[in-house]
T-cell receptor, first 116, second 116 residues
Framework: EAGVTQFPSHSVIEKGQTVTLRCDPISGHDNLYWYRRVMGKEIKFLLHFVKESKQDESGMPNNRFLAERTGGTYSTLKVQPAELEDSGVYFC??????????????FGPGTRLTVL | AQKITQTQPGMFVQEKEAVTLDCTYDTSDQSYGLFWYKQPSSGEMIFLIYQGSYDEQNATEGRYSLNFQKARKSANLVISASQLGDSAMYFCAMREGEYTGNQFYFGTGTSLTVIP
């Protein structure tokens, strides 16, 4: 079974440009999450989709960030316009919608974004 | 306030020895889950072990065990018989509440180096 995949693995852009990150969750996983890790700091939650709906977007830093999940499958995270402080590693994770308390999240390898 | 605190930025352990990675958490919820993930240099986050707040026994998964001390709000990861392949970043995470789709809160991670 394929894991969570993310594209691209690296992106280097200049301040003011636009970047779109893509995440393909594990097939059948209704929950999809975006997280970000800025160098040396903790991994921070950005938002959570259940199927195509935004369940929780309390971690989105500002309106320069736009996340979508088309048809409840893959998701994109667009940053427009990018600022220097947006640099970091963006992780996508997915999990099943189930009652079992464990219900771990499966993470992708991340996209390393560098804004110059 | 930080919900997850990992106070050891870096740790070294001799091959075949045991090592404990510290994690303390802060929550007022009665129901929560604690998770440990491993991130090798390749970047992917690998789920290691889970401990539920109502679990009376410490969780174990192979060479990994979780030393859960509820009153002290600590959930330390113990790796026995360290191997060179254990060298990686380790993240402690918590999910609060009954809803298993809730976001994870992460610590800043501990970089473990296993010395031959």
């Amino acid at each position: 079974e394929a894991g969570v995949t993310q594209f691209p693995s690296h992106s280097v852009i200049e301040k003011g440009q636009t970047v779109t990150l893509r995440c393909d969750p594990i097939s059948g996983h209704d929950n999809l999450y975006w997280y970000r890790r800025v160098m040396g700091k903790e991994i921070k939650f950005l938002l959570h989709f259940v199927k195509e709906s935004k369940q929780d977007e309390s971690g989105m830093p500002n309106n320069r960030f736009l996340a979508e999940r088309t048809g409840g499958t893959y998701s994109t995270l667009k940053v427009q316009p990018a600022e220097l402080e947006d640099s970091g590693v963006y992780f996508c994770a997915s999990s099943q919608d189930r009652l079992a308390l464990r219900n771990e999240q499966f993470f992708g390898p991340g996209t390393r974004l560098t804004v110059l | 306030a930080q919900k997850i605190t990992q106070t050891q930025p870096g740790m070294f352990v001799q091959e075949k020895e045991a090592v404990t990675l510290d994690c303390t958490y802060d929550t007022s919820d009665q129901s929560y889950g604690l998770f440990w993930y491993k991130q090798p240099s390749s970047g992917e986050m690998i789920f290691l072990i889970y401990q539920g707040s109502y679990d009376e026994q410490n969780a174990t998964e192979g060479r990994y065990s979780l030393n859960f001390q509820k009153a002290r709000k600590s959930a330390n990861l113990v790796i026995s018989a360290s191997q060179l392949g254990d060298s990686a970043m380790y993240f402690c995470a918590m999910r609060e509440g009954e809803y298993t789709g809730n976001q994870f809160y992460f610590g800043t991670g501990t970089s473990l180096t296993v010395i031959p």
